[in-house]
């Protein structure tokens, strides 16, 4: 069945460093791919999403590319703030699976300063 | 403004006591979805609901129930026989536009539920 797979945390980093989160996925139609946001007692927020192969999507700093060949979907922020810190989910929907959403199971990220 | 509103944001009941959680939309979505969510795990499917008078078990659906009488609501009752019922709730809706999957989900504030 369809599936997404991300990089266990916790990560901390420090103030303006690179982030990379590494997303893969199983699925068996072709999939539109999103990336969300949680901060502490809240809901999820959409962060970016990309919809067929080699699409970017990107927000606030954040990007990720929709890589086919390798069923991946990283995140990758340039530069890193404290406020950045959050739980970061990598999700898939498909048509062939009824439109539900598959979420990985999170990665908690803490920047210091 | 328009949103997806869940109620309460704290929730406390009894053992054995049977809850209602209050999840309602007004960005005319016809997708519904109730996820549990508990400390330091992913995100685990309900149920969901596609339509309006319609609705699938999701992953761990036994315990709970749903209806879908209206587009805009989608309330999510836990029962006595969810056996670990503590968790935060969130419910979340999206276009269901035909031969696509590119809609994303809009997602409440969530409701904390605690069962003593």
């Known amino acids: 069945g369809d599936s997404v797979t991300q990089m266990e945390g916790p990560v901390t980093l420090s103030e303006e460093a690179f982030l990379t989160i590494n997303c893969t996925y199983t699925?068996?139609?072709?999939?539109?791919l999103f990336w969300y946001v949680q901060y502490p007692g809240e809901g999820l927020q959409l962060l970016l999403k990309?919809?067929?192969?080699?699409d970017k999507g990107s927000n606030k700093g954040f990007e990720a590319t929709y890589r086919k060949e390798t069923t991946s979907f990283h995140l990758e922020k340039g530069s890193v703030q404290v406020s950045d810190s959050a739980v970061y989910f990598c999700?898939?929907?498909?048509?062939?699976?009824?439109?539900?959403?598959?979420f990985g199971t999170g990665t908690s990220l803490t920047v210091i300063p | 403004d328009g949103g997806i509103t869940q109620s309460p944001k704290y929730l406390f009941r009894k053992e054995g006591q049977n809850v209602t959680l209050s999840c309602e939309q007004n960005?005319?979505?016809?997708?519904m979805y109730w996820y549990r969510q508990d400390p330091g795990q992913g995100l685990r499917l309900i149920y969901y609901?596609?339509?309006?008078?319609?609705?699938q078990k999701g992953d761990i659906a036994e315990g709970y129930s749903v209806s879908r009488e209206k587009k805009e609501s989608f309330p999510l009752t836990v029962t006595s026989a969810q056996k670990n019922p503590t968790a935060f709730y969130l419910c979340?809706?999206?276009?269901?536009?035909?031969?696509?999957?590119?809609?994303?989900?809009?997602f409440g504030q969530g409701t904390r539920l605690t069962v003593v």
């Open positions: 979340a809706s999206s276009i269901q536009p035909t031969g696509g999957s590119s809609s994303e989900a809009f």
């Open positions: 699925a068996t139609g072709y999939p539109s």
């Open positions: 990309a919809t067929k192969a080699d």
């Open positions: 999700a898939l929907k498909t048509v062939d699976t009824g439109n539900q959403f598959y």
């Open positions: 960005l005319n979505h016809d997708a």
């Open positions: 609901s596609q339509i309006v008078n319609d609705f």
